[in-house]
């Protein structure tokens, strides 16, 4: 039977004046229902792209899809007319965007944006679509709804404001929810709040969900399975736990040392060095090697691959573990990691 989403080596890519920016690139993952994905990485590492090529909203020129299959339920999405998109954004698949404020408009009611996509998708009438859009806000947890739907997106706090983002996505019943960074803009209480509700509102709707976030907290907290992802590509992919307890990429090590932890005292913050290269210039080999502390000249002399072949996605222990990593050395780092007994980050903390 098809998988609800299978996203099979996308590729989308923005011609600019300097060059062509490369910023997804080869990228596959699949997703079904009642399940959660979590995408991660730093900012700039091709998530929020893929996940707009899913929507089709990657604005045309300068981006472009230039390969690769969105079968949603056995369609092919990459095919489909904006008008058959149309019918499918806010409807079997939705999103919440990182910023409340700025996704709302701010010159309606939280209410009438409700209602607006309740009634080009669901055809209701408008009282219909305002008792859907007051028993969407009840679901989502704010408080007097029926007040809030007559409320502007100034007049309520951040929380509140993804709480009716997070209502507008869900009013059509969608069969995808994608939550790109759904947190990341909201203080530490609200944040396990809304992640709290994100996955109490999957649980009873059985929604496939795609968490997009640059916080491997957030994963641990909702996502089942994990695809990291740097400069453009899928660097390690496997079950939450794999990630967290048997980590093989240099990156993936590298987020996870990063991590602040409580027991440090004042030992200073681990961070990768470095920024992501610019999507018009990555090295020909691996993307990671301007910032990986592997690279080959660390350990390898003599050989320059990490520089000049690109990795390709490996597939770690039996074929039913269901965990890949892209890198030509992840078998050495394992063994020079246990002969220096040095721990999991995870289990460092
Ligand atoms: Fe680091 Fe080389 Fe592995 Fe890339 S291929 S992650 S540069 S060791």
């Known amino acids: 039977m098809a998988k609800l989403l299978e996203v099979k080596n996308i590729k989308t890519f923005f011609y600019t004046d300097d060059g062509i920016a490369k910023a997804v690139d080869d ?34 020129p300068p981006g472009k899809i230039v390969g690769g299959e969105i079968l949603f339920k056995g369609e092919n999405l990459v095919k489909n007319t904006e008008r058959q998109m149309q019918d499918i954004r806010g409807n079997d698949i939705a999103m919440i965007f990182q910023e409340p404020m700025t996704s709302l408009n701010p010159v ?68 995808i929810l994608i939550a790109d960074e759904p947190t990341t803009a909201l ?29 491997l907290g957030v994963i641990a907290e909702v996502s089942k399975r994990v695809s990291v992802m740097y400069a453009s590509k899928v660097v390690e992919y496997s079950i939450s736990d794999e990630i ?8 993936t090590l590298g987020l996870l040392n990063s991590i602040p932890k ?52 490996e597939q770690v222990g039996g074929t039913n573990q269901m965990h890949t990593v892209a890198c030509h050395y992840w078998k050495d780092i394992q063994v020079r990691r246990e002969r220096e007994g040095e721990k999991v980050p995870h289990e460092a903390a």
Request: glycine residues 8%.
């Open 27 to 60: 990228v596959s993952y699949d997703l079904d229902k009642g399940e959660t994905l979590g995408l991660v990485g730093e900012s700039g590492c091709g998530k929020s792209v893929s996940a707009l090529s899913i929507m089709r909203l990657i604005p045309d």
């Open 108 to 175: 309606f009611t939280c209410g009438e944006q409700i209602d607006e996509a309740v009634i080009l998708h669901q055809k209701v009438s408008k009282e219909e679509a305002k008792n859907r859009a007051i028993e969407m806000l009840r679901l989502v947890g704010i408080p007097s709804p029926e007040q809030r739907y007559r409320d502007y997106p100034h007049q309520l706090s951040g929380g509140l404001r993804q709480r009716v983002m997070i209502a507008m996505a869900l009013s059509c019943n969608p069969e």
């Open 187 to 215: 203080d530490v209480t609200v944040q396990a709040q809304i992640l709290e509700l994100i996955k109490k509102l999957q649980d009873t709707l059985g929604m496939g969900m795609i968490i997009i976030t640059h916080d």
């Open 244 to 251: 967290f307890y048997n980590p093989k990429h240099p990156y």
């Open 262 to 313: 409580l027991n440090k005292g004042k030992d200073r913050l681990a961070t990768i060095e470095g920024n992501v290269p610019a999507a018009t210039n990555y090295p020909v080999g691996c993307h990671f090697c301007t910032r990986c502390s592997y690279v080959d000249s660390k350990i390898y002399t003599a050989d320059s691959k990490c520089w000049n072949v690109e990795p390709p996605l």
